[in-house]
């Protein structure tokens, strides 16, 4: 494909063929390396929005520009309407993602449901990530359908299979390409962590505003119901959204976190490596906690005559709202290795994804590592 180099950072495609006017990009060397791998797809549809009716010269593609649906994203375009103007939904851009009914999408709290139930969910949080970066959650935005005439099926030597359509892009160490232009020997990112069938949470109440009102009176809390209702957590039953942040939370504390009482105040403290207690956090902000930390500090230890130190982490919420929440789902107040407790007996009615919820935060704390 030919192009020019009229300015830094500026190209130029001359009109030629159907072409109405010239098509001007924005990209560094960087970006050009992206385009090239994918065989200059996204400037021959930058090309083809060039040729429709009315176009105002020039057909530009921003510094984002990638395979899209009809225009490239990043494409922009503008259009005189006594000239014979269009009107087309693929000029603000959107990517494609073209997977047959039946793929299973992950969801940010483990669980994964076919793409086609995606409709279903009142505000679907996925998992997204970018290479080299943690995976984060997103809300879904907009679910499209096509029918397409052909679909691919990709292995990868560790046993990952993908359906999808030729056009549906996937991360490569060249950037972003078709899944049409992949071949044996090609390398694509895939996410290790497959997530447990999602299965609806069985009618079963966990904390009913009665006995609330009973460890209230227990603790000398009062205020503490009404603060869990204002925060929508009161009743609490297995199907409520939020019960996948709880699950991890108690497990986490389980692990490495104490409840405690002090000077009138009520505590929930939680100690780990400094990421996982920042998920921990948020997760408290998810039901409207707010946690000071994580605190960070050296601490010198003595143990069997040997000695080291290590820097420790903590995160530390002050609530007697959280503490009757977590003393009435089960997590011992004080010193849990002095004292005997169970596992909620609710805990082994849920679904294997809400149960991973709990393992999740039980095992992400910091367990000893094993020496030899």
Same mark, same amino acid.
């Given at each position: 494909?030919?192009?020019?180099?009229?300015?830094?950072? !500026?190209?130029?495609?001359?009109?030629?063929?159907?072409?109405?006017? @010239?098509?001007?990009?924005?990209?560094?060397?960087?970006?050009?390396?992206?385009?090239?791998?994918?065989?200059?797809?996204?400037?021959?549809?930058?090309?083809?929005?060039? !040729?429709?009716?009315?176009?105002?010269?020039?057909?530009?593609?921003?510094?984002?520009? =990638?395979?899209?649906?009809?225009?490239?994203?990043?494409?922009?375009?503008?259009?005189?309407?006594?000239?014979?103007?269009?009107?087309?939904?693929?000029?603000?851009?959107?990517?494609?993602?073209?997977?047959?009914?039946?793929?299973?999408?992950?969801?940010?709290?483990?669980? !994964?449901?076919?793409?086609?139930?995606?409709?279903?969910?009142?505000?679907?949080?996925?998992?997204?990530?970018?290479?080299?970066?943690?995976?984060?959650?997103?809300?879904?935005?907009?679910?499209?359908?096509?029918?397409?005439?052909?679909?691919?099926?990709?292995?990868?030597?560790?046993?990952?299979?993908?359906?999808?359509?030729?056009? =549906?892009?996937?991360?490569?160490?060249?950037?972003?390409?078709?899944?049409?232009?992949?071949?044996?020997?090609?390398?694509?990112?895939? =996410?290790?962590?497959?997530?447990?069938?999602?299965?609806?949470?069985?009618?079963?109440?966990?904390?009913?505003?009665?006995?609330?009102?009973?460890?209230?009176?227990?603790?000398?809390?009062?205020?503490?119901?009404?603060?869990?209702?204002?925060?929508?957590?009161?009743?609490?039953?297995? @199907?409520?959204? =939020?019960?996948?942040?709880?699950?991890?939370?108690?497990?986490?504390?389980?692990? @490495?976190?104490?409840?405690?009482?002090?000077?009138?105040?009520?505590?929930?403290?939680?100690?780990?490596?400094?990421?996982?207690?920042?998920?921990?956090?948020? @997760?408290?902000?998810?039901?409207?906690?707010?946690?000071?930390?994580?605190?960070?500090?050296?601490?010198?230890?003595?143990?069997?005559?040997?000695?080291?130190?290590?820097?420790?982490?903590?995160?530390?919420?002050?609530?007697?709202?959280?503490?009757?929440?977590?003393?009435?789902?089960?997590?011992?107040?004080?010193?849990?290795?002095?004292?005997?407790?169970?596992?909620?007996?609710?805990?082994?009615?849920?679904?294997?994804?809400?149960?991973?919820?709990?393992?999740?935060?039980?095992?992400?704390?910091?367990?000893?590592?094993?020496?030899?």
């Amino acid at each position: 494909m030919f192009f020019e180099k009229i300015a830094p950072y !500026t190209y130029r495609i001359p009109r030629q063929g159907k072409m109405r006017v @010239d098509a001007v990009f924005f990209a560094s060397e960087a970006i050009l390396k992206d385009l090239e791998a994918e065989n200059f797809a996204s400037l021959q549809q930058l090309m083809n929005v060039a !040729t429709l009716p009315g176009i105002v010269e020039p057909a530009l593609a921003m510094p984002d520009i =990638h395979w899209g649906y009809g225009f490239p994203i990043g494409g922009v375009a503008a259009f005189d309407p006594e000239e014979g103007g269009v009107v087309s939904p693929g000029g603000v851009g959107f990517d494609i993602n073209c997977l047959p009914p039946g793929t299973r999408i992950l969801f940010r709290d483990g669980y !994964t449901r076919p793409i086609e139930e995606l409709a279903e969910e009142r505000a679907p949080n996925l998992v997204v990530w970018r290479l080299g970066e943690r995976p984060e959650a997103a809300q879904a935005a907009l679910l499209l359908s096509r029918e397409a005439e052909e679909l691919l099926r990709l292995r990868t030597e560790g046993g990952f299979v993908l359906e999808a359509t030729p056009d =549906h892009p996937l991360y490569t160490p060249e950037g972003m390409r078709p899944a049409g232009t992949l071949g044996p020997g090609d390398r694509v990112a895939v =996410h290790p962590f497959r997530g447990l069938p999602y299965e609806p949470p069985p009618p079963l109440s966990l904390l009913e505003e009665e006995e609330a009102e009973a460890w209230a009176r227990t603790l000398g809390f009062p205020q503490a119901p009404r603060e869990l209702r204002a925060r929508g957590l009161l009743p609490l039953r297995a @199907d409520h959204p =939020h019960l996948p942040a709880i699950l991890r939370l108690l497990g986490y504390a389980l692990g @490495d976190g104490t409840l405690y009482r002090s000077g009138g105040r009520a505590y929930l403290v939680l100690y780990g490596e400094e990421e996982g207690l920042r998920e921990a956090k948020a @997760d408290l902000e998810r039901l409207g906690f707010r946690a000071g930390g994580p605190y960070l500090r050296r601490r010198n230890h003595t143990f069997r005559g040997r000695t080291f130190d290590a820097v420790e982490a903590g995160l530390k919420v002050s609530s007697r709202a959280l503490f009757l929440l977590f003393r009435a789902l089960g997590l011992p107040e004080g010193a849990k290795a002095k004292q005997g407790f169970r596992l909620p007996a609710w805990l082994f009615a849920l679904p294997p994804w809400l149960k991973a919820n709990f393992l999740a935060g039980l095992f992400g704390q910091s367990f000893p590592r094993p020496r030899p």
